[in-house]
């Protein structure tokens, strides 16, 4: 529409829906513009302006999308295996994952040989998403630098030490950190508090995972700049009420002032028992951030599948390393680890929830 010589893009005004305000659900309209929410009043006095086309929502939630900071894969396609041409099967995840109310996203490679990070990262571009998908917010790379003794479906062949002291060896391994948003590591380890810094000043979200690390030295790490937790609870020492190691960074008190930790769970009703997930959010609910953990059987019937260098086999909801009962992450879309988080925590429509209420996608309209 146009007022006077200047034109406006169109206007689309979305009826007869809920939106999450003030943490409660409230029925209203939603104008929006090139994907930005308006403020009506301005619309209406300051520009004079109309909905250009109403989308009738019949009681549905609009909410923002869902962001998975950690998915290996999905559809039959693993992000940790190479080949010419990865892009494509990072834009079919995409496509895909949009449908489960996931509109951003970091695709996974987990511990392999350096070669498969030379031939994938520079194939994997971060973009913006939109009616083709979600979109990619950089690569997240968890491992090498992990522990052995808390590899999960790790290969421990293929695992990394910081022998050079540093991120030289993060270099010789990933080749670059070009659209790379997140590095996994073992806290732990020798050398790492001085990669924990580096990669902080260079932007990449450090997250403390598949660790034995105590609880001083995931603090240590924490003021060095670590941020996030790799699936809280699992692939880390249990909680021990003398050093409760990684997880206590939920209520420790040497996380500086102004700074939030971080911690990713996987709640597919496999990973994570439902009074574990309460715990958590108690303790910390600003902080808690639901992953899929996906791997490429998502989407896919039981059988054999691969997770990089590992054969997965799905039984039932479970993902083992073949021949093991080693889990090896999660087959369950974003929305169905949502709904169970929500049914875990007792939560009832309209009540605070960090994650927001339950996402519906209606007609494919994201806001």
């Not at 009616?131 to 630098?145: D, T």
Request: charged share 20%; glycine share 10%.
């Amino acid at each position: 529409w146009r007022r006077g010589q200047e034109r406006y893009s169109p206007v689309t005004q979305f009826t007869q829906c809920r939106v999450l305000r003030e943490h409660r659900l409230q029925r209203e309209d939603l104008w929006v513009r090139d994907g930005r929410i308006l403020d009506p009043e301005k619309l209406f006095f300051d520009e004079q302006g109309y909905a250009d086309q109403r989308v009738d929502c019949e009681g549905s939630i609009i909410a923002p999308g869902f962001i998975d900071v950690q998915i290996n894969g999905g559809y039959g396609v693993d992000f940790s295996q190479p080949s010419e041409d990865v892009s494509s099967g990072v834009s079919f995840v995409s496509q895909k994952i949009l449908q489960h109310g996931v509109t951003s996203f970091c695709p996974t490679l987990v511990t392999s040989p350096p070669g498969v990070y030379h031939k994938v990262l520079p194939q994997v571009k971060v973009h913006d998403g939109g009616a083709q998908g979600a979109g990619v917010l950089g690569v997240h790379l968890e491992g090498p630098f992990i522990s052995a003794e808390k590899k999960g479906a790790h290969p421990e062949r293929f695992l990394r030490t910081f022998q050079s002291g540093g991120i030289e060896d993060l270099m010789e391994a990933y080749g670059s950190l070009d659209n790379v948003a997140m590095v996994t590591l073992a806290p732990e380890l020798a050398g790492s508090q001085s990669v924990v810094r580096e990669l902080c000043r260079r932007g990449v979200t450090v997250s403390l995972g598949h660790s034995v690390a105590n609880l001083s030295q995931a603090e240590e790490a924490v003021l060095h700049g670590a941020s996030f937790i790799t699936h809280l609870f699992n692939a880390m020492l249990p909680f021990h009420h003398r050093d409760p190691g990684i997880v206590g960074l939920l209520t420790s008190d040497q996380v500086p002032a102004g700074r939030t930790v971080y911690y990713g769970m996987i709640a597919d009703g496999i990973h994570t028992n439902p009074a574990a997930l309460r715990i958590a959010h108690r303790a910390h609910p600003s902080g808690l951030v639901l992953v899929t953990d996906a791997i490429a059987a998502m989407g896919l019937p039981p059988g054999r599948h691969t997770l990089g260098q590992q054969v997965i086999e799905i039984q039932g909801l479970h993902a083992y390393v073949a021949g093991t009962k080693t889990l090896s992450g999660s087959i369950a879309p974003m929305d169905m680890c949502v709904r169970h988080f929500k049914h875990a925590v007792r939560m009832h429509e309209g009540s605070v929830c960090v994650m927001g209420s339950l996402f519906y996608v209606f007609d494919g309209f994201l806001v």
